[in-house]
């Protein structure tokens, strides 16, 4: 017993040191480098952002909501970055500050929303970038005093809130007819410019989301590229059925489809051509069923669009 003991003791010393060397060496848990703010609730419709540690916060009422304060400044100095929550009826109010010098169709939150760049109504000199998104009831309204800062998207991509669904002029159905576009050879059974010209229609069920169209397409356009099938239809089509999209994004009125590596399976230029074809007609296509303003296709594939349908 007192052998046991002895031991015990000899080394009770060590292992004490080694828990506090252990304790000594462990890394240091990292404060969070961003604070988080949540709104006032708007009839049930609130925001939330993520901002960097260190950036001042105000909150303000402009007036259109009463006393509620539905103004938000984040930011330092050099860079502020304003929310504004308004109803959908005072929308004009808040454009009448600025004047908008170009508008395009972008996404926030997974859905919508209008990119505005322009001047300020009172003062010519300061430029302004913002974002404004609606839903039936309300207006967000994003803005920078610093065009294009990487500040600004940051905290765009940081920023959440209930769907919004931009309002249409008509109501839509529970149904969507997409034209899908597919190879049709000539009576001698070649494809000279190599380019798609024929449209097969499909009639699927419309997604809770606009921008939610690109990918339904996308994945329609691979699965009915049968080579079977469209044969008896007198079609073909240069995509393989293996292809898989990985993702998808919209920006700046672009449409962002991302492939893997079975696009750019297969060579020559006029397949690669027709893949193309295939894949900008059927989503410019969505122009015309939905409040997309398509004006460009970005093609992809690993992310990559330079090396994308290379011959």
Known sequence: MKKYLLICLLFLPLILSGCIFSKKNQEPVNEPNEQSYRSNDFENFYFSAKYPNGWELTENFNGLLGDTKNQVEFGLAEEVIAVTVVKAADRQKVLDEFKIESQTQTEVNGTLAMNLNGVL?????????????????????????????????????????????????????????????FDKPDSTGQNFDCSAKAVKQVIVDRPETELGLIPVAIKLLLQLSNPEELEKSGLSSGLDLNTRLYSFGYENNKAIVNFDASLNAGGGSCLMTLRRSQIEKTLVALNEVSDLQIKQVEIQVDGDADTALQP
Request: no cysteine.
């Open 121 to 181: 109504s009172a003062n010519d000199q300061e430029r302004f970038e913002a974002i404004l998104a609606e839903s039936g009831n309300y207006v967000i309204f994003l803005k920078t005093n610093r065009p294009g800062s990487q500040a600004f998207v940051d905290f765009k991509n940081r920023l959440s809130f209930p769907k919004l669904v931009l309002p249409s002029q008509q109501p839509k159905s529970a149904k969507v007819t997409l034209s899908l576009y």
